[in-house]
């Protein structure tokens, strides 16, 4: 049967779980899923803030979500990791981490001391200076890391592994054994936006972008002084408008139009800065996944942006479920990250 693990996605507005069975096997099986809020302002940007609190949504999600396992995969992501292309000499991949931490500090905006360091490759190449390992840096703040451990803990989980969040979702949205070709993956957080090229399911660029779809949702309580519920009704009603749009609604839609169009435009950058840094390997399309990704007309805009396709992710088709749910669309793309951290557990 495999193992079982639950993959834990600690959002800003709620904590996801998804439980699978067969991790370790060629043919993972979603049991369940299951998601509970969290206060405002427990969790910032990727990061508990407040250990108690984010422990006892936890608590909830184990209870009201009836997982029967309390193994756990927690993501670690936003303004506190950060991933570099780098290239090291040849060496195990235990040697090449081994020596990070005396030749990364230049590439780091925290000493090295502060930072918990990995290296993900990717290829080797011969250079004048010898035979190379080229690859991902990632490095992830302690402080960060430790907070998000502390919480499951103190909810009674067992953390088996801390992933790094864009693995994950390339891992749910492109498992290697059927994925093919080069994509880039968009995955729209409430606030961060994770921009991650694979090729073949092998992700070898990553940048994360600090705006989401909670941007905004607060750009509208903002300038029209709506409450945050009704600003969040309106941004789903509404998306980026459309040929039967309303004179009073137009407000609104400016509004989305002006925050999302400043997010696409980063994407676009990103997309840009790739293109120029490796003009050999161009993206065929884009992916978008992430509960911003449900956005009315966003993916055409995007596609008009970039001159590239855009397709929606579907995670959890590419993954048996036995689960009596049945995913909406919108409910896999907001449990893409969680999905994806289950499948890591046994790496």
């Known amino acids: ?84 292309d780098l290239s090291v000499p040849y060496g195990t991949l235990q040697q090449i981490r081994d020596s990070l931490p005396f030749n990364v500090q230049d590439l780091l905006p925290v000493p090295v001391a502060d930072a918990l360091l990995d290296f993900y490759p990717i290829g080797e190449e011969a250079t004048e200076q010898g035979r190379q390992v080229s690859g991902l840096l990632v490095a992830a703040v302690k402080e960060a890391v430790n907070a998000n451990v502390t919480a499951a803990l103190q909810a009674g989980l067992n953390p088996v592994q801390v992933d790094f969040i864009p693995f994950a979702i390339t891992r749910a949205v492109a498992p290697r054994r059927s994925s093919h070709g080069r994509d880039m993956l968009v995955a729209m957080g409430a606030n961060t936006t994770n921009v991650i090229v694979h090729e ?21 309580v903002q300038r029209l002084q709506w409450t945050p519920e009704q600003a969040e009704q309106a941004k789903r009603a509404l998306g980026m408008g459309g040929q039967m749009m ?86 896999e793309d907001e449990f893409t990250t969680a999905l994806g951290l289950a499948l890591g557990g046994h790496e």
């Not at 709620?14 to 369940?32: L, N």
């Not at 092998?202 to 972008?209: A, G, K």
């Open 246 to 331: 309303r004179q009073e609604d137009r407000p609104v839609i400016e509004v989305i139009y002006e925050v999302v169009g400043e997010l696409l435009t980063s994407i676009r950058s990103t997309l840009s800065y790739y293109a120029n840094s490796k003009p050999g390997s161009p993206v065929q399309r884009i992916v978008l996944t992430g509960g911003g990704a449900q956005l009315t007309g966003l993916p055409n805009a995007l596609a008009d942006l970039t001159g590239l396709p855009v397709v929606l992710a579907e995670a959890f088709r590419q993954v048996s479920q036995k689960s009596r749910q049945r995913a909406t669309a919108e409910e």
């Open 200 to 220: 073949d399911g092998v992700p070898s660029f990553v940048r994360i972008i600090p705006s989401g779809g909670d941007d905004v949702t607060n750009a509208i």
């Open 1 to 84: 049967m495999g193992g079982t693990v639950v993959g834990v996605d600690i959002g800003s507005s709620s904590v996801r779980g998804v439980e699978v069975q067969g991790y370790d096997t060629a043919k993972p099986v979603i049991v369940r899923y299951h998601e509970v809020p969290v206060p405002e302002q427990a969790v910032r940007r990727g990061e508990v803030v407040e250990g108690q609190t984010v422990a006892t949504a936890l608590k909830r999600l184990w209870s009201t979500g009836g997982f029967k396992t309390k193994d756990a995969v927690l993501g670690i992501g936003g303004g506190r990791v950060f991933a570099r």
